[in-house]
């Protein structure tokens, strides 16, 4: 078994960020600030994609490469206003953009395995009460 460890950081070049109504600042590299008092439940705060299209997106390669059947361990490291007001979720998808399977962590730590038919995933931090 190999130990990895990657790091994923919330840029404002990488990724998708909910902006309506939102405060984000970037202080440094690994703190961000995001503020929004009037976020809707279940809205996705932020996102990365394993594929992205360097034209659309302007950025490279925003999640590292999985190995089908195997087990991951994902942490957020973050400060969050309420405390367990966001979820990190997974969505896998096949060849084709379907979705095959679908995560969600509620603690700040979580293992999932990437299924075997998987191509792609995505990681996405979910509103469920968040304000800061």
């Known amino acids: 078994m ?3 460890h990657a790091v994923i950081y919330w840029q404002s070049n990488i ?3 909910y902006m309506y109504g939102s405060t ?3 202080i440094t590299k690994d703190h961000v600030i995001f503020q929004n008092d009037l976020f809707s439940v279940g809205s996705i705060v932020h996102s990365w ?3 992205s299209q360097y034209q659309t ?3 490279g390669k925003q999640l590292p490469l999985l190995l089908a059947g195997t087990e991951y361990q994902l942490t957020l ?3 969050i206003v309420p ?3 966001m979820y990190l979720q997974l969505k896998f998808y096949d060849r084709y953009e379907n979705i ?3 995560i969600t962590i509620k603690d700040k730590v979580g293992k999932f395995r990437y299924p075997e038919n998987a191509y792609a995933y995505d990681v996405e931090l979910i509103n469920v009460g968040v304000k800061k």
């Open 2 to 4: 190999v130990n990895q």
């Open 15 to 17: 990724g998708k960020t």
């Open 24 to 26: 984000i600042n970037y």
């Open 49 to 51: 994609q394993s594929l």
């Open 57 to 59: 997106q302007r950025s």
């Open 77 to 79: 490291n973050a400060s």
């Open 83 to 85: 405390e367990k007001a």
């Open 100 to 102: 095959i399977d679908r």
